[in-house]
């Protein structure tokens, strides 16, 4: 789960944790004398008159509070623990075959609403063929760093992949992880200011650390507020030389899209912003040749980066980093200590990649997007008027049915297993507490049968007009951040 695609988001309940450290006992000085044992102390007191003083038992070991690191750990700890007992996470499929659409689990055979490859490419022909002739022609690895020499399948996905989104430059990257530990650092610098949208991936969040030990300011703002990105960076601009703004293209929990004519409209209004922006789920479904929620849309900005997962969609494997410039580009290849010091992506899965961009920029892209498309909009009408949501969401493939507490979420998900469909479901600390919810993938696999069957299989369970709420989650304070993440927030 991109808040999961899912950020670890901390709330004011907090477990009670105690861990001891024994201490070492002091070491005697060889040359100092020895105490009196307790009985003789006693009686060359008693000979002067004086009453001896009770005797001092044994210091306690002092008791260390955990860390906040060690908070965090072990509260993922135990309610992953939670979920695996129920038979809904660390899963492992037991197919022998995969089709896309159904996995098997506990020898049940399930309808998958937990895949994010959208447009179902997983299994198509034509990335299956690739992904074979790449493999026979340059084996299971091409084992170097890029930063010495790349198979040749590299430069064929790069010329796809720059058609795709009519931008300048991009780098490819092993994976998109890796792919924002080498770019953020090469693109901000101490002079810089950094926001960022409350709920932006954890990927993009793991970064502001390193960020932080550089003395770079680093502030959060709340999710969505579009109107205070402008209004924030124009303050942080007469203190900072450039200001940051990172964000999601597609939200990876909820499936909320960023307001992109909002954000080109800050960035002209602010000389000084910078967007960055992680649009992993909105690609091949979204946009222009599947370009995403972004680039789909709009050109890319001058002051704009805009980062992709080849895994979704495109069902591949990598990232890819696109920018304006193509200079900046080529600065990020070769200064990005990841990019350096890492693999590269498979042969086969590069075949794939470039089979699969082959697909995007081909007249298919639309009959698979008009497929995904009917899914979206059966899946929300049925919702709607089982009361399940109040309103339809953005049309993305993303849907969330907020259900409440953890433990009723859990029987649900385990009900609707029993049913035969598998559903993600988001607890702790992937969302707040008490918000416990549904997170459901749609994908072009899926029949619409299938989609029917879940919808109605869901409204049975909670019952009509059920009790959930279904708003985006209360967003955790820069505080409950600071102390969990160990990252010092200001408010924005």
Known sequence: MKQARGMVTPNSDSLAFAASEARPAPVADEASEAPPASGEREIKLADRGVEPEPAVSAAEPAVEAPSPNELRLRTVE??????????????????????????????????????????????????????????????????????????????????????IFDAPGLVIAPTTTLGHSAALPVLVEERDAVMFDLYVHNSVQAVLPSLKQRGIHCEALPHKRMDRVAARAEVLAKKYRRVFYLCDGVYSMHGDVLDVNALYDALERVPSLHAYIDDAHGLGWAGRCGAGVVLGKRKIHERMVVAFGLSKGMAAAGGVFVFADQALARRVFTCGSSLIFSGPIQPPLLGAAVASAEVLLSDELEILKGRLEARIELFDKLAVGHGLLKERPSPTPIRFIEIGEEETLMDLACALKRAGYFVNAATFPAVARGRAGLRIMLNANQTLDDVRGLVQEIARLVGEGGTRRDTIPALPTPESLEALEGIAFRRG
């Open 78 to 163: 135990a309610n992953i623990g939670v979920l695996r007992s129920r038979g809904l996470a660390h899963l492992t499929a037991e197919d022998e075959r995969s089709d896309g659409r159904t996995l098997t689990l506990g020898a049940s055979r399930l309808v998958n609403f937990g895949s994010c490859s959208y447009l179902g490419l997983e299994v198509h022909p034509r990335l299956k063929a690739a992904a074979h002739d790449a493999l026979e022609r340059y084996g299971t690895q091409f084992s170097s760093s890029r930063a010495y020499v790349s198979t040749p399948l590299y430069g064929k996905l790069e010329d796809l992949l720059l058609q």
